[in-house]
């Protein structure tokens, strides 16, 4: 069996927060939104149809309650969850918060203006909440 590796595009876009039961958390290098993406850490998989059962209700498990929650810890008005890999095949999922206040709003975050590079104290900030969203991550009933 093969060892579970990050993308190199995925490594440089983004900063390691931590990880969950399934999910590498990863915050993309972009201060102008709270955009997390999440990363199973299963060797291969490009797709979520790709995963077993119980992976993909962890994956979904995973997304929509950390995307709830820096939701409602950053006052956001919208949570986006995607799928792409039209430029990194590796299986990953967008968690990003929206606000009818960001800069792009209400077009996609995608290619929208230059990004801003997280800070040290902006990224330890945003690392240390994450961190204790994803702390208080219930099991997965049945999982």
């Known amino acids: 069996m093969s060892e579970f590796r990050l993308h190199p595009r995925l490594e ?5 927060l931590t990880d969950l039961a399934l999910c590498q958390v990863r915050l993309m290098d972009d201060a102008r ?17 790709e995963l077993s059962p119980g992976d993909q209700a962890q994956l979904w498990h995973e997304a ?16 986006n969850l995607a799928t792409l890999g039209n430029q990194v095949t590796q ?16 077009a996609p975050v995608w290619g929208f203006g230059d990004p801003e590079p997280y800070d040290g104290k902006r990224l330890e900030s945003m690392r240390e909440r994450v961190c204790k969203l994803a ?9």
Do not use: C, M, Y
């Open 12 to 16: 440089g876009d983004t900063h390691a």
């Open 33 to 49: 939104f709270a955009w997390l993406i999440l990363v199973p850490r299963r060797p291969g998989a490009r797709e979520v149809f």
């Open 64 to 79: 929509t309650w950390l995307g709830r929650e820096l939701k409602q810890a950053v006052n956001g008005d919208k949570l």
């Open 91 to 106: 299986l990953h999922l967008h968690v990003i918060v929206r606000s009818e206040r960001d800069a792009a709003w209400p």
């Open 135 to 143: 702390e208080r991550l219930p099991r997965l009933v049945g999982g």
